[in-house]
């Protein structure tokens, strides 16, 4: 027996008597019905999904890396990604299949970049980085409040983040903790706060600039749950997508419709309960869930922005009278926070303990901006890791 068929055995029998991972990639003309199909996997796994779930599959992107764990030759669990956060996992029990939503295990890389200008905000970052999502990140920092195109040759810009990393890759966009943007030598600190805004030093919120055609579809008390692809659901016990918004509100409060357009859907949706569908132009659908009544319009019927199309209740699968408000482009979930806003927009300012809470932000980067600024290179730097599948603070630096 030569040594090609050796190894050829010692493989096939290694693969027959232990477990191995392999990474494949996802084709663009798979489907995932065609894809279970394929595995000899129960299409039953599927259609026993919540309409959530379901929806969430849809997610996985043409060219995305997944994971089989095969054991004596036949698969043991399937690992897909389908956002930042969740991987879809499919498990062969005794039982036969099962599938659910579970975290993605990753490594939290903390970093710093320095730059100075030289040809502008967008090129340097990119000519330092490679990639344009420092710049996008930046946008989102300054929320347009700032006129960063003014910035000018010698600006500095200094970025305190962290990136989630996976098989030594990063793979989501970097989270800026705290940065410094000067504007012809005029300084802009942005520190992160735990609503996921941006304040300066002194606790004033970047106030977004741009106008929207989505108004808020009701009078809330609070946001009882934010749009995330990770939740984990109060009454179910498990992880699922949260697509959408939920404004906890007073049983009876008006439902407006926050754009103009036609009423495609006005019935029961299994967990949404009474649910109002109401499509708009550019490929746009807003979602109202939960109503304890509709209004007077019916299916067909075109509202104007404003107008009243059901009242809040606790309908379906609900802790409480609430909201859940969700916007769609072309099929695909997405963020409703980046669309709406109020009719007028308030200065806001953090108050008591929020503001206690950023001034020792404030105060743990302060040396560390001193420090950076001190050196005169440029800055990539790879500052600590050690966190694994965890949401925890890591060590200052």
Not at 11 to 39: C, D, N, P, R, V
Not at 187 to 213: A, C
Not at 264 to 285: D, M
């Amino acid at each position: 027996m030569n040594l090609k068929l050796i190894s050829i055995f010692f493989l096939l029998t290694l693969t027959m008597t232990s477990s191995i991972a392999q990474e494949y990639k996802w084709s663009k003309k798979l489907t995932f019905l065609g894809f279970l199909k394929k595995h000899h996997i129960p299409q039953k796994i599927y259609y026993d999904m919540d309409r959530e779930d379901r929806e969430l599959i849809q997610e996985i992107k043409a060219g995305q890396n997944y994971t089989i764990n095969w054991k004596k030759g036949k698969i043991s669990t399937i690992n897909i990604p389908v956002s930042d956060d969740l991987m879809l996992q499919i498990k062969r029990g005794k039982k036969g299949y099962s599938a659910k939503y579970v975290p993605i295990p990753y490594k939290l890389i903390e970093k710093t970049i320095s730059i100075r200008i030289k040809n502008g905000l967008d090129k340097d970052l990119y000519r330092a980085t490679k990639t344009h999502y420092y710049y996008k990140e930046i946008k989102e920092v300054y929320s347009k409040a700032l006129p960063l195109h003014k910035m000018r040759r010698g600006d500095r810009v200094i970025l305190f983040y962290t990136q989630r990393y996976r098989h030594n890759k990063p793979y989501t966009s970097p989270k800026i903790e705290a940065c410094l943007i000067e504007i012809n030598r005029k300084p802009y600190y942005g520190f992160l706060m735990d609503d996921n805004k941006y304040y300066d030093s002194t606790g004033v919120k970047y106030q977004r600039t741009y106008k929207t055609r989505f108004i808020l579809p009701v009078s809330y008390k609070r946001i009882s749950s934010r749009f995330t692809q990770s939740r984990y659901h109060p009454i179910l016990r498990r992880y699922r997508a949260h697509l959408g918004i939920d404004y906890a509100a007073r049983r009876g409060n008006r439902i407006v419709a926050s754009s103009s357009g036609k009423i495609v859907f006005k019935g029961w949706k299994g967990g949404y309960g009474r649910v109002v569908e109401i499509k708009h132009p550019g490929g746009l659908k807003t979602l109202y869930a939960h109503m304890s009544r509709f209004g007077r319009y019916n299916r067909g019927d075109y509202v104007k922005q404003g107008q009243v199309i059901g009242y809040v209740g606790s309908s379906g699968r609900s802790t409480g009278p609430h909201l859940h408000f969700g916007l769609y482009k072309n099929g695909h979930a997405i963020n409703p926070a980046r669309y709406v806003a109020k009719r007028q927009a308030k200065k806001v300012k953090l108050k008591g303990k929020k503001y206690k809470k950023l001034r020792k932000r404030v105060s743990h980067f302060r040396p560390q901006f001193r420090e950076v600024k001190e050196r005169k290179s440029s800055i990539i730097k790879k500052e600590s890791s050690k966190c694994l599948n965890c949401f925890k603070k890591l060590p200052p630096r």
